[in-house]
């Protein structure tokens, strides 16, 4: 199956400079083929944008990295139409957006006008400037980062953008093996300023609408359906949420377990297949009453108890 295979050679590629992160790898490359948007979040130094530049480039497509600070505003990020004396008209110069992957760095930096910026791009692919629009290339990937520990300077991103990320990834710490590893790569010359010299093999071009097509074959059953729809009803109705998951999220899901079953060499989805996902896809989703929050709960913990609820099919 492509998809399997091309799960391998980018897992390959990417794990010659990412070690120890191969469960955050597979779901960067399942949100990837599902046509998906992701938010990476972790405290400072576990290489987000290392992770960002490093798919880029194993992938083959284009990249542009934008850091989110406070005073940036819409026009530095989509383009500005300038005059041209020449022939006496407004041009428009696009921005950085105009790229395949954009890594939008500690995005909650910005402030909300330049955040909303990113909306039409997130759902539409496309740039509205002057009446015109202009279609962005596809495949099209905002990759997000988000720092959970600091809040001040930072503007929490509202529920109608956050709801157009289809995942969440969560990275940790490595395990101290695989810490090693890393710092004898970095003693025996590997430096991370320096990725675009290392040499990648590429991934072609061909791959990416394969197994999307590949994916669409994947059969699903009437109890799947129900499987993934009892699921996100339990979070409209749970006395823990005040907010709960929009049909946006239950689509995601759908999306990705097809990418999953094709994973294990079957032609058909599994409930397993659906709580893979679950977690990533609603974590960033849902917003917790203040009891539960008093109570230390967190996204994840309230969504294991959904999880744990719902009844799953046979």
């Not at 990113?118 to 988000?146: C, H, N, W």
């Not at 079953?261 to 009453?289: E, G, S």
């Amino acid at each position: 199956m492509i998809i399997k295979q091309t799960r391998d050679f980018i897992m390959q590629e990417t794990s010659k400079i990412i070690i120890g992160q191969n469960k955050v790898i597979e779901e960067l490359i399942l949100c990837y083929l599902a046509g998906g948007h992701v938010i990476l979040e972790s405290v400072p130094g576990l290489a987000k944008t290392l992770l960002a530049k490093t798919f880029a480039h194993v992938t083959g497509i284009t990249f542009s990295r934008i850091q989110f600070t406070p005073d940036l505003m819409p026009s530095d990020i989509l383009g500005n139409s300038i005059y041209n004396l020449k022939n006496q008209q407004f041009e428009f110069k696009k921005g950085p957006v105009f790229t395949n992957i954009l890594l939008a760095d500690e995005i909650n930096r910005a402030s909300p006008k330049t955040q909303s910026a990113l909306l039409e791009i997130m759902q539409e692919r496309q740039v509205t400037a002057d009446g015109i629009k202009f279609s962005l290339e596809k495949p099209y990937m905002v990759i997000a980062t988000q720092n959970p520990i600091e809040f001040e300077g930072t503007y929490p991103l509202p529920e109608a953008q956050l709801d157009r990320f289809l995942m969440k990834i969560i990275l940790s710490y490595p395990a101290k093996s695989d810490e090693k590893n890393i710092l004898k790569m970095v003693r025996d010359g590997f430096d991370s300023e320096d990725i675009d010299s290392f040499h990648f093999e590429k991934l072609p071009e061909t791959w990416f609408n394969e197994c999307r097509e590949e994916a669409k074959k994947i059969t699903v059953d009437d109890s799947i359906i129900n499987f993934i729809s009892d699921i996100v009803e339990e979070t409209r109705n749970n006395s823990q949420i005040v907010l709960g998951v929009s049909i946006r999220a239950a689509t995601g899901i759908l999306k990705l377990a097809r990418f999953s079953a094709a994973l294990d060499d079957r032609d058909f989805v599994i409930p397993d297949d659906v709580k893979k996902f679950i977690k990533p896809v609603l974590r960033h989703r849902i917003i917790l009453d203040s009891e539960a929050e008093i109570d230390g709960l967190n996204t994840d913990a309230v969504i294991e108890k959904i999880i744990n609820k719902v009844k799953v099919p046979r």
